[in-house]
């Protein structure tokens, strides 16, 4: 009989040192050091019943802000979205409840051709050709995506824009390090890329330029124009996009990108924390075999039946270690399908009406905090869901006072942008009511 979250009897523990030829659990833990044992009881209250458990457990988690109970104006990467109770149905189905790797194909052929469908849903959002699967999140994809470019090219600096999130930027100078890549950072100006520094210092040594839009500020950032700059020289377009404004902006691979990335997280995965979250990325056809992950292919077998296997596997399990492209290796084919499902269950019209309830939300509440006293916006660029505001006291201590009211408020940029004081990055999902928006500003005007 199983004995869930029951640790192991004393009997039990004696029968298991003795098979591996221990006397002790000291003897069995000498090596570590006296100084790091704990050598007294722990200090913990009497047993409870279930009921009293239950009662108890309760209590300590109505501590927590949620966001049942709060309204949330905070994103900086990470976004309330409204997930469907379908998705949420589906992927808790047992056949999918598991992260491990399909590496039997005629046993996984469920788990391949939902990455498989996942993969399309990617090509037609990003306007790319091939799509892979299992990037942890954002900021791997972006890096993997660095790594792409330098593989392809065969040169060794990255150009970034400081509009990139700071947290995918730290990510890529921490791979960059120990691959002894160059990464050279690029100011912005009102908000967007500067692109006379840009078009200044992308040159033949340059492997790939990566821009984020919208971008950290929540403003749009003229692809157009940066492709353009880009491809002057043999250097890759990395465009890192928020999947949910491409149902009503023209995708990065019509723009020229040559590869596209970006969370998944506001597709269908809760924000959980801060994760586990979903990172994508899609290129062109010539760039297929430099892709990181795996790449679930479509195949017909002898008797006509179609079917499903992993077309390419790049890491160093499959392949000689020499030929990989990467070591990234977790399955997010869970968070995958998630979206999967959103973007299945939505379809065209539904992830465009997203996106421009998304948009319309969002510069409701900007015209609004524009009339109050001493708020104006940060910069004159387009955005989509997320925008900056210059406010007239410290953002941290608007959020702690709007918390008492149970109101979410925007990341102080200054954190990330010590330049930027007092300014404060709000985001609005299709998740926020106007009775709510309402009810921030309310509470904004009555602070001093």
Known sequence: MGKNYIPTTPKEQEEMLKAIGSNSLDELFSDLPESVKMTRSLDLPSPLDEISLSKTLQELSKKNSNLEDHICFLGAGAYDHYVPSVVKHLVSRSEFYTAYTPYQAEISQGTLQAIFEYQTLICQLTGLEVSNASMYDGATAVTEAALMAIDTVKKQEIIVSTTVHPEYREVLKTYAKALKIKITEI?????????????????????????QTPN????LEDLGEIERIVHQTKALLIACVDPLSLGILESPGALGADIAVGEAQSLGNCLSFGGPYLGFLACTEKLKRRL???????????????????????????????????????????????????????????????????????HYLARKIEKLPGYSLAFPAPFFKEFVVWCPSEPERLNQELLEHKIIGGYPVQKAYPSLIQGWLLAVTEKRSKGEIDCLVERLEGLK
């Open 216 to 219: 950290f500020f929540g403003c």
């Open 292 to 362: 990181p992950g795996r790449v679930a292919g479509q195949t017909i077998d002898r008797e006509g039946r179609r079917g499903f296997v992993l077309t390419l596997q790049s890491r160093e399990q499959h392949i000689r270690r020499a030929k990989a492209t990467s070591n990234i290796c977790s399955n997010q084919a869970l968070n995958a399908l998630a979206a999967t499902i959103y973007l299945a269950y939505l379809g065209k019209d539904g992830l465009q009406k997203i996106g421009e309830l998304c948009l319309q939300k969002a």
């Open 187 to 211: 100011s912005f100006q009102a908000g967007v890329t500067n692109l006379e520094e840009l078009a200044a210092r992308v040159n033949e040594e340059t492997a790939g330029v990566i821009i």
